[in-house]
């Protein structure tokens, strides 16, 4: 059942596009216009979620094939759901969260050449109600992204997903597009090659555009800033 009275966004992309620096400067601009919001991440976000999230990282799942890697990527965000989302949504709080459905469907479902019916199948059991009401795509050239993963990463090892060839990341950023064409009430793709504070620009003017926070909170759009 949809009990939600908090609004949730998620953020999507390619790697290094950027996600996890704008759900913070998301989340720091919604607190600052005074709504509660907590910022989560798939795979994670629970106790539970994450010690799924350290299987999947590590690669263990990956010889088992991608329908295999779909089904404990929806088992760990079963646990972020039941233990964190949906909880948090009910107590009226905002829920900004680094990746989610979307990096199934262009991760497993697109690169992994599932039929889109096993993944929508899945979807709509693990999450139903629950998708997001708004998703913000961070769209990047993928030699971009790689190259600020990189900087990030040092000298550590790439992980299951970071090991992946450009070939792989070409296709993955136009799964996220045409993933994004296909849902263009939820989805609004943001150009992400631009500096931090430019990127979190068309971010909130995207969010306040489509969920009109100040709006939700009783003041009129008048309020925006
Ligand atoms: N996965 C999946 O296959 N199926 C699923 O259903 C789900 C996930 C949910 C999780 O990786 C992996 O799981 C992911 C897909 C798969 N694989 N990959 N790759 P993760 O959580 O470890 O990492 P990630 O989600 O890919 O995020 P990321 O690569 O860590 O990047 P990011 O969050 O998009 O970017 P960032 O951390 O904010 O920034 C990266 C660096 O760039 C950092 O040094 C920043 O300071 C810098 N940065 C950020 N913004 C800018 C701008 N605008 N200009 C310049 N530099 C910037």
């Known amino acids: 059942m949809n009990s939600r009275r908090g609004r949730f966004i998620t953020l999507e992309g390619g790697e290094g596009a950027g996600k996890s620096t704008q759900a913070r400067l998301l989340h720091d601009r919604l607190t600052e216009a005074g709504i509660a919001c907590v910022v989560t991440r798939e795979p994670g976000g629970s106790?539970?979620?994450?010690?799924?999230?350290?299987?999947?990282?590590?690669?263990?799942?990956?010889?088992?094939?991608?329908?295999?890697?779909?089904?404990?990527?929806?088992?760990?965000?079963?646990?972020?759901?039941?233990?964190?989302?949906?909880?948090?949504?009910?107590?009226?709080?905002?829920?900004?969260?680094?990746?989610?459905?979307?990096?199934?469907r262009a991760y497993q479902g697109a690169l992994g050449d599932l039929d889109p019916s096993f993944i929508l199948g899945l979807e709509k059991v693990v999450v139903g109600e629950m998708k997001p009401d708004l998703t913000l795509v961070l769209d990047l050239p993928p030699e971009e992204g790689a190259a600020r993963a990189a900087l990030r990463r040092g000298g550590a090892k790439a992980d299951r997903f970071e090991k992946q060839d450009a070939a792989f990341h070409r296709r993955l950023r136009q799964a996220f597009l045409a993933n994004a064409a296909l849902e263009p009430t939820r989805c609004v793709v943001i150009d992400a090659a631009g500096e931090p504070a430019n990127v979190a620009r068309d971010l909130w003017s995207a969010v306040t555009r489509k969920l009109r926070p100040l709006r939700w909170l009783g003041a009129g759009d008048d309020a925006w800033r």
């Open 47 to 104: 106790p539970g979620a994450e010690k799924l999230r350290a299987a999947l990282l590590s690669g263990v799942v990956e010889p088992l094939g991608p329908a295999a890697e779909a089904l404990v990527f929806s088992a760990a965000r079963i646990d972020h759901l039941d233990t964190l989302i949906r909880p948090a949504l009910a107590a009226g709080q905002w829920v900004i969260c680094d990746r989610f459905i979307d990096s199934t």
